[in-house]
Every structure is written in C-alpha cells, then in structure tokens.
Nanobody
C-alpha cells in the first residue's frame, strides 16, 4: 500500500490542523493505520493509531485529549485532527500502516508515507 500525507502547515499555538493520509489500493480497510511524528533532533515517535473498523483508537500521552484519529474506508483516507496545538507538537508527521495486528511503535509499521511538516508558533 502507498500512503500520501497532506495538510501540514504553520499554525499558532492553540490553533488546529487536520492532517489527511490517502492510501492506494482496494484493501485499505484491511490495514491498521497510524500517525507518527519526528521533531528536530529527536527520534520518530508514535502519535495515534486506529483499528481497521475504526472501533478502537490509541493515543500517546502527549496528545491524548487534543488529537483525534479517524478513518473513512470508502475514501481510503485516515485523518488526524489536531486541536490545542502546542509548540512541542512541531514535527514532521508520518502516516503508517500495518496489515493486521496493532501499531504502537516504529517496529510495528509495515508501510510508511512521506512526511508532512507541522509547525506551531508560540
């Protein structure tokens, strides 16, 4: 599966952004989807994941309560709604996929999309 992320940009602290990740292929609904991010000088870290039927979501502690992951299997797209953004959310955001199982860390990912830059100004 090929993944194409979009929606990044520059936003002021406290603002919102919505990232999208469009996937190719007709079996999108069979993949667990996730988002990761990598800030300058730091390792890539898990942000959120969503099960194939969207029934289960999982978030890292730094984003819990502020970010929401969702998916539209009819559109082969996964989203990340980011609210109450902070300067520490500045990073390149990557979408990710895995066939079956769960996504909780980098080692779980089978497919990576290219990143989209999110910059939060304070």
């Amino acid at each position: 599966v090929q993944l194409q992320a979009s929606g990044g940009g520059l936003v002021q602290a406290g603002g919102s952004l919505k990232l999208s990740c469009a996937a190719s292929g007709r079996t999108f609904s069979r993949y667990v989807q996730g988002w990761f991010r990598q800030a300058p000088g730091k390792e890539r870290e898990f942000v959120a994941s969503i099960s194939r039927d969207a029934g289960t979501t999982y978030y890292s502690d730094p984003v819990k309560g502020r970010f929401t992951i969702s998916r539209d299997n009819a559109k082969n797209t996964v989203y990340l709604q980011m609210n109450s953004l902070k300067s520490e959310d500045t990073a390149i955001y990557y979408c990710a996929a895995r066939f079956l199982g769960n996504i909780r860390d980098n080692g779980d990912v089978e497919y990576w999309g290219q990143g989209t830059q999110v910059t939060v100004s304070s």
